[in-house]
Protein backbone atom coordinates (compact mmCIF):
# COMPACT_ATOMS: atom_id res chain seq x y z
CA UNK A 1 0.00 0.00 0.00
CA UNK A 2 1.37 3.41 -0.93
CA UNK A 3 2.41 6.49 1.31
CA UNK A 4 -0.19 7.61 3.42
CA UNK A 5 -2.68 5.04 2.41
CA UNK A 6 -4.87 3.68 5.03
CA UNK A 7 -5.35 -0.19 5.45
CA UNK A 8 -8.78 -1.16 6.55
CA UNK A 9 -8.06 -4.10 8.57
CA UNK A 10 -10.48 -7.55 7.70
CA UNK A 11 -13.00 -8.09 10.80
CA UNK A 12 -11.01 -11.56 10.28
CA UNK A 13 -7.61 -10.24 10.52
CA UNK A 14 -6.33 -10.13 14.55
CA UNK A 15 -2.89 -8.86 15.31
CA UNK A 16 -0.74 -10.21 17.38
CA UNK A 17 2.52 -9.04 19.53
CA UNK A 18 4.76 -9.61 22.38
CA UNK A 19 7.73 -7.73 23.72
CA UNK A 20 9.92 -8.04 26.53
CA UNK A 21 9.15 -5.80 29.81
CA UNK A 22 11.38 -2.92 28.09
CA UNK A 23 9.03 -2.97 24.69
CA UNK A 24 11.34 -5.10 22.57
CA UNK A 25 9.27 -7.02 19.97
CA UNK A 26 9.30 -11.20 20.83
CA UNK A 27 6.75 -12.42 18.73
CA UNK A 28 4.84 -11.03 16.19
CA UNK A 29 1.85 -13.50 14.49
CA UNK A 30 1.40 -13.37 10.45
CA UNK A 31 -1.37 -10.65 10.67
CA UNK A 32 1.08 -8.15 12.10
CA UNK A 33 3.83 -9.21 9.57
CA UNK A 34 1.34 -8.84 6.56
CA UNK A 35 -0.50 -5.31 7.39
CA UNK A 36 2.53 -4.04 8.77
CA UNK A 37 4.45 -4.63 5.70
CA UNK A 38 8.20 -6.54 7.49
CA UNK A 39 8.90 -9.92 7.76
CA UNK A 40 9.36 -11.98 11.36
CA UNK A 41 12.75 -11.33 11.06
CA UNK A 42 12.36 -7.74 10.75
CA UNK A 43 10.18 -7.02 13.71
CA UNK A 44 11.70 -9.44 16.46
CA UNK A 45 14.14 -8.01 18.65
CA UNK A 46 13.15 -3.76 17.92
CA UNK A 47 11.40 -2.21 20.10
CA UNK A 48 7.93 -1.35 19.06
CA UNK A 49 7.94 2.21 18.42
CA UNK A 50 8.91 0.59 14.85
CA UNK A 51 5.62 0.74 13.81
CA UNK A 52 4.32 4.11 16.18
CA UNK A 53 2.42 6.60 13.93
CA UNK A 54 3.52 10.64 14.34
CA UNK A 55 -0.06 11.15 15.17
CA UNK A 56 -0.09 9.30 18.45
CA UNK A 57 -0.15 11.06 21.34
CA UNK A 58 2.87 10.29 23.56
CA UNK A 59 -0.03 10.37 26.29
CA UNK A 60 -1.53 7.50 24.93
CA UNK A 61 1.59 5.20 25.28
CA UNK A 62 2.13 6.91 28.62
CA UNK A 63 -0.95 5.37 29.70
CA UNK A 64 -0.45 2.21 28.04
CA UNK A 65 2.89 1.64 29.82
CA UNK A 66 1.20 2.82 33.24
CA UNK A 67 -1.21 0.50 32.93
CA UNK A 68 -0.04 -3.18 32.08
CA UNK A 69 2.84 -2.45 34.35
CA UNK A 70 0.53 -2.17 37.05
CA UNK A 71 -1.00 -5.36 36.25
CA UNK A 72 -4.01 -4.10 34.61
CA UNK A 73 -5.41 -4.43 31.06
CA UNK A 74 -5.26 -1.25 28.60
CA UNK A 75 -7.71 -1.04 25.64
CA UNK A 76 -7.85 1.74 23.38
CA UNK A 77 -7.27 2.64 19.91
CA UNK A 78 -3.91 2.74 18.05
CA UNK A 79 -2.82 4.22 14.68
CA UNK A 80 0.25 2.04 13.35
CA UNK A 81 2.54 3.25 10.07
CA UNK A 82 3.42 0.24 7.35
CA UNK A 83 6.72 -0.36 6.37
CA UNK A 84 5.83 1.30 3.12
CA UNK A 85 4.15 4.65 4.97
CA UNK A 86 0.50 3.58 4.92
CA UNK A 87 -1.45 3.29 8.47
CA UNK A 88 -3.58 1.48 9.74
CA UNK A 89 -6.35 1.82 12.99
CA UNK A 90 -6.49 -1.23 15.07
CA UNK A 91 -8.50 -1.74 18.75
CA UNK A 92 -5.89 -2.75 21.03
CA UNK A 93 -5.95 -4.67 24.13
CA UNK A 94 -2.54 -5.09 26.33
CA UNK A 95 -1.71 -6.92 28.95
CA UNK A 96 1.22 -8.48 30.90
CA UNK A 97 2.23 -11.95 31.38
CA UNK A 98 4.70 -14.06 32.69
CA UNK A 99 7.05 -16.16 31.05
CA UNK A 100 8.24 -19.63 31.95
CA UNK A 101 11.51 -18.02 33.48
CA UNK A 102 9.75 -15.55 35.49
CA UNK A 103 10.32 -12.23 33.53
CA UNK A 104 7.55 -10.18 32.64
CA UNK A 105 6.29 -9.97 28.78
CA UNK A 106 3.35 -8.09 27.66
CA UNK A 107 1.42 -8.95 25.26
CA UNK A 108 -0.80 -7.04 22.77
CA UNK A 109 -4.32 -8.72 20.64
CA UNK A 110 -5.38 -6.30 18.09
CA UNK A 111 -8.72 -6.27 16.45
CA UNK A 112 -10.53 -3.90 13.43
CA UNK A 113 -12.26 -1.02 14.98
CA UNK A 114 -15.25 0.64 14.55
CA UNK A 115 -15.83 3.59 12.57
CA UNK A 116 -16.87 5.35 15.16
CA UNK A 117 -14.16 4.39 17.55
CA UNK A 118 -11.90 5.81 14.73
CA UNK A 119 -13.09 8.95 14.71
CA UNK A 120 -13.47 9.48 18.35
CA UNK A 121 -9.76 8.91 18.76
CA UNK A 122 -9.43 11.18 16.13
CA UNK A 123 -11.13 13.63 17.57
CA UNK A 124 -9.87 13.17 21.49
CA UNK A 125 -5.97 12.42 20.11
CA UNK A 126 -6.16 15.89 18.39
CA UNK A 127 -6.25 17.29 21.87
CA UNK A 128 -3.68 15.37 23.70
CA UNK A 129 0.21 16.38 23.34
C1 LIG B 1 2.68 -5.30 24.03
C2 LIG B 1 2.91 -3.90 23.51
C3 LIG B 1 2.47 -3.58 22.25
C4 LIG B 1 2.68 -2.30 21.72
N1 LIG B 1 2.23 -2.04 20.47
C5 LIG B 1 2.46 -0.83 19.93
C6 LIG B 1 2.03 -0.55 18.60
O1 LIG B 1 1.40 -1.37 17.93
N2 LIG B 1 2.32 0.67 18.11
C7 LIG B 1 2.99 1.61 18.82
O2 LIG B 1 3.22 2.70 18.28
N3 LIG B 1 3.39 1.38 20.08
C8 LIG B 1 3.13 0.19 20.65
N4 LIG B 1 3.54 -0.06 21.93
C9 LIG B 1 4.15 1.05 22.71
C10 LIG B 1 5.62 1.21 22.41
O3 LIG B 1 6.34 0.35 23.28
C11 LIG B 1 6.09 2.68 22.63
O4 LIG B 1 5.84 3.07 23.97
C12 LIG B 1 5.37 3.67 21.70
O5 LIG B 1 5.50 3.28 20.35
C13 LIG B 1 5.89 5.09 21.84
O6 LIG B 1 7.21 5.17 21.49
P1 LIG B 1 8.24 5.92 22.41
O7 LIG B 1 8.11 5.26 23.77
O8 LIG B 1 9.55 5.74 21.76
O9 LIG B 1 7.77 7.36 22.44
C14 LIG B 1 3.34 -1.32 22.50
C15 LIG B 1 3.77 -1.64 23.79
C16 LIG B 1 3.54 -2.91 24.30
C17 LIG B 1 3.97 -3.23 25.71
Known amino acids: MSHNQEIKLDKNTMIVSETDHK ?3 IYANSDFCQI ?5 EELIGK ?21 VSSGKIW ?10 GGY ?6 VYSS ?3 DGSVRYISVRIKPTD ?6 ISLYQTLD
Open 47 to 67: PHNTVRHPDMPKAAFKDLWET
Open 23 to 25: GYI
Open 98 to 100: KSL
Open 116 to 121: EEVNKA
Open 36 to 40: AGYSK
Open 75 to 84: NGMVKNKTKK
Open 88 to 93: YWVNAT
